[in-house]
Each structure stands twice: as structure tokens, then as C-alpha cells.
């Protein structure tokens, strides 16, 4: 084990991000933490990439 927690799935509703670790934990946090999502549609809010080592999550602007 490397210690890195790394992500298998993101997922939203009207208030929270949801991210799926590949241990199954599911962390959930206010989408109002993030301006840039805040306002996105759902369409641009699925357009995300998992980047460095599943250990983040990229949106394209």
C-alpha cells in the first residue's frame, strides 16, 4: 500500500460532491465549497477527469 487515497467515482445531487475511494468509502462534501461548481450544470459537473494518480479530480473550464 502506498498511502495514497485514490478516487474510483464522482458523483453529485443538488448539494454535495461525492467521491467513491476504491476502498469503497464514499466522502461527501458541500458543493458550495467549490465556486467553480457551484453553478455548473450537471452536464459540465460529469465532464470531470481523475488525475494524479486517482488522487484528484479535474474539471475542463
Known amino acids: ?4 487515497i485514490k478516487a474510483k467515482e464522482v ?7 461525492h467521491v467513491k475511494l476504491e476502498d469503497n ?5 458541500p458543493i458550495e465549497w467549490y465556486a ?3 453553478n455548473a ?4 459537473l460529469k465532464n470531470y477527469k481523475l488525475i494524479c494518480m486517482n488522487s484528484g479530480i479535474e474539471w475542463k473550464s
Open 36 to 38: 467553480p461548481l457551484k
Open 1 to 4: 500500500m502506498n498511502g495514497l
Open 41 to 44: 450544470s450537471i452536464a459540465q
Open 25 to 29: 468509502r464514499i466522502i461527501s462534501t
Open 11 to 17: 458523483h453529485f445531487d443538488e448539494e454535495y460532491l
